[in-house]
């Protein structure tokens, strides 16, 4: 029975891979050469990977957490933000999966016929349709106030809305989710593109700090409404 390569560079001392330089055709050195990652990298690859992790790391959670943290404090114009920080990442999205296809085509190479590029798509369609679904947010449920003698009329969400809101919400943080699994799976496709790991982590830190100052600054911006109400509202919010 063969000793295998293993047991022979733990015996000797040595790492495995020493052993199977100095003896590659010993039982269990492999002489196969390594898989390379699919595809180099030119200006489109790279390209495609900056655009996607400015939307995808910068732009896509930062709208994300707008409604979240910044509703207090702008309760006027929180909406707009998070319009345009999303429809700018959508933007951002389809011109990168644009430049992937032309840099594909001049490659040579099928058009998605791996994972990344199969769910790439399937991302991309989901982040074209979620705006068209944000713009279907039916209507609060507005109701006269408690004091009839005051002309009030209270807005409460309806259950249709807190659906679409709990299932707007949920979408858009899976889909920021799929994105991660995207920016690593496509850098494991290509050599070279190692970082963008660090493009990532330090766009998506912007994004977090972004949502961060606004929950630091939500009480204040409460506290502010709160004194700013007129008498007679103030009183029917707390009855």
């Not at 004091?147 to 858009?172: C, D, E, N």
């Not at 939500?218 to 707390?238: F, T």
Request: charged fraction near 10%.
């Amino acid at each position: 029975m063969a000793v295998t390569a293993s047991c022979m560079a733990c015996k000797n001392g040595v790492s495995l891979s020493a052993f199977c330089a100095a003896k590659p055709g010993h039982a269990g050195c492999t002489t196969a050469p390594l898989p390379r990652p699919a595809m180099p990298v030119h200006g489109g690859h790279l390209a495609h990977g900056l655009l996607l992790c400015l939307a995808w790391a910068l732009l896509f959670p930062s709208g994300a957490v707008t409604p979240r943290f910044w509703k207090a404090r702008w309760p006027t114009t929180w909406l707009k933000v998070h319009k345009i920080l999303n429809l700018s990442a959508v933007a951002l999205t389809l011109i990168g999966v644009v430049v992937q296809i032309v840099a594909t085509q001049r490659d040579g190479s099928p058009h998605f016929a791996h994972t990344h590029a199969i769910l790439g798509l399937t991302l991309t369609v989901a982040v074209v349709l979620q705006p068209v679904y944000g713009y279907l947010r039916p209507p609060k449920k507005t109701s006269p106030g408690r004091r009839a003698q005051l002309p009030v009329r209270v807005q409460s969400p309806s259950t249709k809305r807190v659906a679409w809101k709990w299932s707007h919400m949920l979408i858009g943080y899976g889909m920021i989710g799929i994105g991660v699994f995207q920016l690593i799976s496509g850098i494991r496709l290509s050599w070279g593109l190692e970082s963008l790991y660090g493009v990532y982590g330090g766009l998506f830190g912007l994004a977090m700090l972004w949502g961060l100052v606004g929950f630091m600054l939500a009480p204040k911006a409460s506290a502010k409404a709160a004194e700013d109400a007129p008498p007679s509202r103030v009183g029917i919010m707390a009855n």
